[in-house]
């Protein structure tokens, strides 16, 4: 049955892999054997503090068990082989849980994880032949390990794919992991930099206390001929295993059997009861509508909070770190990403675009109540982390860069949002999640929105820092302004027209193939 | 202007392709004003896509909609006006409440904040969504997803209503309440077009109907003629020319 199981998933894999998506794939190869590679090096190098390769060894192999246990749990669900598909199957759930482990084990990024395993047979070697085959077996178990705790994971934690709030919970886990990767960049060379040192005895035990630590922990052991240790660690590994071997069949019965998750139902306080806030025009519907939408809409939600983790974070680490130049600028990462983040107004809300459709001249307001409300949430937000963290960081020289860049952005987004809104519409995909196109789509959008928003101010102040003129840097802020206002206006004006002119075509591509 | 004998809605030669497949090909359909119009075809025989042309959320490949004289591509807010929408299977905005809804979609149309509230206080009442007034739809069944919709398409009071499969998935206490509402609302002067799989409920409320089938009209006008004399869904298979198969192979099923 395994074997069928693993056509099953080689046959989807193809389909999946046809036509332009290999590309992607080959480049989440290529980054994948490079993080591969860095860490068998970690392996290899010398330490000048005894025991800090174990250390740093340990940390990687924690880093690689919960890419394995997040990888899944973030695209759902074993992306290929659901476990939906089997629910109405008469096959005794023990038998199934057999198989369905089995095939798990038939997966390329087994080939990844040798390579970065192989740290511990690199990392042993150092020390002689029996620290070199503790490192063999460690590695093999840690496979083992990462392969059976991710299979185990999603029936665990994985949410129902069927239920619509279901997915809510993968949208929460995919934003926090690409949140901390990205702040990674800034905490991996500060924990690499204690552990080799040994400044951390604490983070390196532990690194060490973990799981996914003791392999290290039995190579190490190794080396310093401690048998006793290395047999506690590798017994340890492998009585892990067996744990969640055991535990598997039952949970994996309890998933097939639960129905989708019903979670709390929320209730909203009438809207009619409320005084209203906004106009009562079609503007302000659109404006309420989007505002509700922000606060509620779990997406929506989630990318503001990355927008605003990362924006803030970054400057804030590097702060600790004793450089606080970047702390004026938090206001401004964290706009870009709120930008990019909302590029896809009209994918994002699905079908749901006939209702706009089907009320006369309703494009209009539509266009500039969700540019208002996006304007409404994020613009007053980075305003204000400028301000702060600029005041805090006591870096005087910046006002006029961050006073010129800021409005400039937040005005200019705006408009280029709605316009990209209309022109490049994302459906998503078949679980409801962003599709490849909407997440390339995001990332390119980081790099654009800030040049075009604010190459003009950017082209004053570098000349008037080159100049060393304080006039020129902050003749920036008002001719930022005056740019960023054209270019909402025409955006605005273009997007809306598109939407008035190519509705009917803008919601064909939102629509399931007809 | 709408009454008289302007239709309700005509289709003039309309055409629809997708690819190689003809979806809707050359139909020329009428429906008289103030009458309750079925639109019966089997699966894939080109009924959402009609309407979908009808109310301006898909552009023909050639020629016309109107809604009482207006065209719907040529004049589209001037046709919109006149019409309500009920769509099969399209999403909502879903973490807004039913009355959320109502009242963005009221306010979007114009119309003041008090009537679209008294209407909405009423349109939830008698749809039985009271209950859930403060509930958001993402939280909704799939019947209560189809009333609310309804509600949309009802909410400014239009000359013509436009129905997707609107009895789809409701429960029989809902579909006799919907039932009564159309009813009233084609005796009070207004006309309905709705599509169904199911023929029993297209005798029981229409007066007109409409067989399609491979993208064609095969047969329209008053429900009496179009059956001449058989029950609907006799008629419906003679004219599509089907055979109702599951005589023939599956021996072994139930052996």
């Known amino acids: 049955m395994a074997r069928v199981l693993i056509q099953m998933r080689a046959a989807i894999m193809r389909r999946a892999t046809s036509g332009r998506r290999w590309i992607g794939i080959l480049l989440l190869a290529l980054l994948v054997t490079l993080l591969a590679v860095t860490t068998l090096l970690a392996g290899l190098v010398h330490y000048r503090y005894p025991g800090a390769g174990a250390d740093v060894v340990a940390t990687l192999s924690l880093g690689w068990l919960l890419g394995w246990i997040a990888g899944p749990l973030l695209t759902g669900d074993d992306a290929a082989l659901r476990m939906d598909y089997f629910k109405l199957l008469p096959i005794p759930p023990r038998r199934l849980a057999r198989a369905m482990l089995g095939a798990a084990f038939a997966n390329v990024s087994l080939v990844f994880s040798l390579i970065a395993f192989a740290a511990l047979i690199a990392l042993g070697a150092r020390s002689g032949v029996a620290a070199a085959f503790t490192g063999v077996v460690a590695t093999a178990l840690d496979l083992v390990l990462a392969v059976v705790a991710s299979t185990v994971a999603v029936a665990a ?17 995919l934003a926090l992991t690409i949140t901390l990767l990205s702040l990674a960049s800034g905490l991996v060379p500060l924990i690499a930099k204690r552990l080799t040192n040994g400044h951390s005895p604490v983070l390196a035990a532990v690194v060490r206390i973990l799981p996914s630590g003791w392999g290290a922990v039995a190579v190490d052991a190794a080396g310093r001929s401690d048998w006793g240790l290395v047999a506690l660690a590798l017994g340890g590994l492998a009585a892990a295993i067996g744990a969640l071997v055991v535990a598997w069949p039952p949970l994996l019965a309890r998933r097939l059997t639960m129905s989708a998750r019903g979670g709390r139902r929320r209730t909203h306080g009438s809207a009619a009861a409320r005084e209203p806030v906004l106009p009562l025009t079609p503007l302000g519907a659109v404006i309420g509508k989007e505002l509700r ?11 503001l909070m990355i927008s605003f983790l990362v924006g803030v974070l970054v400057g804030v680490i590097s702060a600790l770190g004793g450089k606080t130049e970047g702390l004026p600028f938090a206001g401004l990462l964290f706009t870009v990403i709120a930008a990019a983040c909302f590029t896809n107004f009209y994918g994002d809300d699905g079908t749901s675009l006939w209702l706009t459709l089907v009320v006369p001249g309703a494009e209009r307001p539509d266009v500039r109540g969700r540019v208002w409300a996006w304007f409404l ?18 870096q005087t020289w910046s006002w006029p860069w961050v006073l010129a860049g800021e409005p400039a952005l937040i005005i200019g987004s705006a ?28 990332h390119l959008a980081l790099i654009v929105i800030p040049v075009v928003t604010l190459f003009p101010a950017a082209a004053l102040l570098a000349a008037g820092a080159a100049g060393h003129s304080l006039a020129l840097r902050w003749l920036a802020v008002p001719a930022g302004l005056a740019w960023a206002a054209w270019l909402c206006r025409y955006s605005v004006m273009r997007a809306q027209r598109r939407l008035q002119t190519q509705g009917p075509e803008i919601f064909a591509r939102l629509r399931p193939a007809s | 202007m709408n009454g008289g004998s302007v239709p309700a809605l005509e289709f003039a030669g309309l055409t629809k392709r997708f690819g190689e497949n003809v979806a809707v090909d050359h139909i ?37 909609a109107a809604i009482f004289g207006r065209d719907v591509w040529a004049d589209p807010v001037a046709a919109k006006a006149l019409i309500g929408v009920l769509p ?15 009242l963005y979609l009221g306010l979007l149309r114009g119309m003041s904040r008090e009537v679209v509230l008294q209407r909405a206080d009423e349109l939830l009442r008698v749809l039985e969504l009271d209950g859930a007034e403060g509930t958001p739809v993402v939280d909704y069944s799939t019947g209560m997803r189809k009333k609310i919709t309804l509600a949309t398409a009802l909410l400014h009071s239009p000359k013509l209503l436009v129905l997707d499969e609107p009895f789809e ?12 509402i159309l009813q009233r609302f084609v005796a009070a002067g207004g006309s309905v077009i709705f599509s169904s799989h199911v023929m029993p409920l297209v005798e029981r409320l229409c007066d007109h109907v409409a067989v399609i089938a491979r993208g064609k009209v095969l047969a329209s006008g008053p429900l009496d003629e179009v059956r001449g004399g058989q029950p609907l869904e006799d008629a419906f298979v003679h004219i599509v020319g089907a055979r109702a198969g599951g005589a023939e192979g599956l021996s072994w099923l139930a052996s």
């Open chain 1, 157 to 173: 934690f994985g949410p129902t794919i069927s239920s619509r709030r279901g997915r809510d919970f993968g949208t929460i886990l």
């Open chain 1, 377 to 394: 949430v994020v613009g007053p937000a980075g305003l204000l982390i400028t301000i702060v963290f600029t005041a805090i960081s006591g």
């Open chain 2, 88 to 102: 099969d299977g399209l999403a909502l905005p879903d973490r807004l409440s039913g009355r959320e809804i109502l």
């Open chain 2, 169 to 180: 998935a409701v429960d029989p206490v809902s579909a006799a309440t919907i039932r009564t």
């Open chain 1, 415 to 442: 408009g280029l949002l709605a316009l990209t809104g209309v022109v490049s519409v994302n459906a998503p995909d078949a679980d409801g999640g962003p599709s490849p196109a909407r997440v390339l789509k995001t």
């Open chain 2, 28 to 64: 020329d359909l009428v429906v008289p004003p103030g009458s309750f119009l079925g639109l019966v075809g089997p699966n894939g025989a080109g009924k959402t896509t009609s309407l979908s042309m009808a109310v301006g959320l898909l552009r023909p490949d050639s020629g016309t």
């Open chain 1, 293 to 303: 939408m922000y606060s509620r809409s779990v997406l929506r939600s989630v990318m």
